[in-house]
């Protein structure tokens, strides 16, 4: 479908990689009318990304985007699991998870989540424009208006909100003014398909060496992917496409010995440039993604970073776009994302800091491979890289007495007894409905607290367990917790997350 002059959306969404097509299935699924301009014509399978971790694999399985197993986790796996990682290219880094939750790790290429999140998209009605570069970004009392080029001619939009999805050169981000912090370059990166004259010459696996890194990993058709880090400095000129005979020659330089390599694919090159915008909304412009915080790939952060942006905006802009939306509501994505971000680039920064060479930083990594051996170091770190150590800014007026501190904190996954039966968390949320879970015999209380927001908030009565030590919880779609007694009442949290209204049919 194109788009045509004065078309109009409740909200465009630029840039169709995973993170922008994913921001689109769900708007769409919260019945937004969505648009998604992208300028390329088809997805691309050139390898990026392929982890997910654990806090983005829990919040895509609660909005319905994992199926679902026909037992709950726990039982379908076979208890707790523990994902082997590394930090900093050091190994002995576990990624753990409850027993109730998925797996903590899930590979999976980039472009097959992109395919798989258009395709819900589409289904779900947004209108999906390839071929569409946008060109201009004009921000109005209103709304804002959208000026792209087709593939028959200049096309424009009227909307009421603008996601920027559209990478780190975000088209968006420039034309909505929003400045950045920036690290500059200080390494310099090759990345290749090739298959190796000698298959043996390189094994699968992190190399260190004095002069920097090699990672080799072999693919299903005996090709081998490299990406190299040489610590000695920045490219001079990174637009230059890299050759077959630099990345031949970088990698038997880092290797100590003549590495021969042909068939040459997917060539790039990357850097520890570091970005985080100043902030992720200005006005009706939110940025997600790439567009927002750029770092070095270490650690696969990236695309979980940018997945949990999108299901963090998502449900909060579906509620202003249908009018149930706090006053306090689109200004807590900044508030609770950009931190996070930052967090990401810092660590990212730490570990290329322990990977780059020389003698005085053999006894750093010594001492980490020591604390990566400790469990407590383990949980940490763990936790750091795969978000689940993340704990929500507190959004609730505050009052004299103690407070709860599990507001902010993650729901995970438990099994749950209601009339209709047995069900669980994830379960209760995959239709996207905030969540009011009433434990016990005072729920009634807090079920008449909740009476004008029964429209928006999906009410379910549960017998009490010890897995949810609580008598009321308000839950968000991404699965975080957005009151439990103990703060502010129930309808302050209210009050702050949605408006007061007595409307029924919400999705």
Request: hydrophobic fraction near 40%; glycine fraction near 12%.
């Amino acid at each position: 479908m194109q788009g045509e002059r004065g078309a109009r959306a409740q909200v465009a969404v630029v840039g169709g990689g995973p993170v922008g097509m994913l921001v689109a299935a769900e708007l769409a699924a919260f019945g937004v009318d969505t648009v998604l301009l992208e300028s390329r014509s088809g997805v691309s399978d050139r390898p990026k990304a392929t982890t997910l971790h654990a806090r983005a694999v829990q919040c895509l399985a609660r909005r319905g985007h994992l199926p679902a197993p026909a037992a709950p986790y726990a039982a379908a796996r076979g208890g707790r699991a523990a994902s082997p990682f590394h930090f900093a290219g050091l190994p002995g880094l576990f990624i753990t998870a409850p027993e109730t939750e998925p797996e903590p790790i899930l590979k999976c290429p980039q472009a097959r989540l992109e395919r798989e999140f258009e395709e819900r998209a589409r289904a779900a009605g947004a209108r999906i424009l390839r071929e569409h570069r946008v060109t201009g970004l004009v921000r109005e009392a209103d709304g804002v208006r959208i000026e792209a080029e087709g593939p028959h001619g200049p096309v424009a939009y009227e909307v009421g909100y603008v996601v920027g999805a559209d990478g780190a050169r975000s088209t968006v981000r420039e034309h909505a003014g929003i400045g950045s912090e920036t690290h500059p370059a200080t390494v310099s990166a090759l990345m290749g398909a090739v298959r190796l004259a000698e298959p043996d010459a390189l094994p699968a696996g992190w190399h260190r060496t004095p002069r920097g890194w090699i990672v080799a990993k072999a693919d299903a058709e005996g090709r081998t992917h490299v990406r190299t880090l040489n610590c000695a400095g920045a490219f001079a000129d990174r637009h230059l496409p890299p050759t077959l005979e630099e990345l031949r020659a970088e990698v038997s330089w880092i290797a100590g010995r003549e590495i021969a390599m042909d068939e040459p694919r997917w060539l790039g090159r990357f850097s520890d440039f570091a970005r985080l915008a100043r902030t992720f909304r200005e006005g009706r412009v939110f940025l997600v993604g790439d567009a927002a915080h750029v770092h070095f790939p270490i650690g696969g952060q990236g695309l979980s970073t940018g997945v949990l942006d999108a299901l963090n905006l998502a449900w909060k802009l579906a509620l202003a776009v249908r009018g149930e939306a706090g006053p306090e509501l689109l200004g807590t994505y900044d508030a609770e994302r950009r931190p996070v971000a930052r967090r990401v680039i810092e660590n990212t920064r730490a570990q290329l800091a322990l990977m780059r060479p020389g003698p005085e930083l053999d006894a750093l990594r010594g001492v980490f491979s020591g604390l990566l051996a400790q469990e407590g170091a383990q949980g940490h770190l763990g936790g750091l890289i795969s978000a689940q150590d993340t704990v929500l800014p507190a959004v609730l007026p505050t009052r004299p007495g103690p407070s709860c501190p599990s507001a902010g904190t993650f729901l995970h996954n438990a099994v749950l007894t209601t009339s209709t039966g047995e069900t669980d968390v994830i379960r209760l949320l995959r239709g996207g409905r905030p969540l009011l879970l009433l434990l016990g015999d005072k729920g009634a209380v807090h079920r008449e607290e909740a009476r004008g927001w029964e429209g928006i908030v999906r009410v379910v009565h549960a017998r009490p367990t010890p897995e949810v030590p609580y008598e009321a919880l308000l839950v968000r779609p991404d699965g975080y917790i957005a009151w439990a007694p103990g703060g502010a009442g129930l309808g302050a949290a209210l009050s702050v997350y949605f408006a007061g209204s007595a409307r029924t049919g919400c999705a």
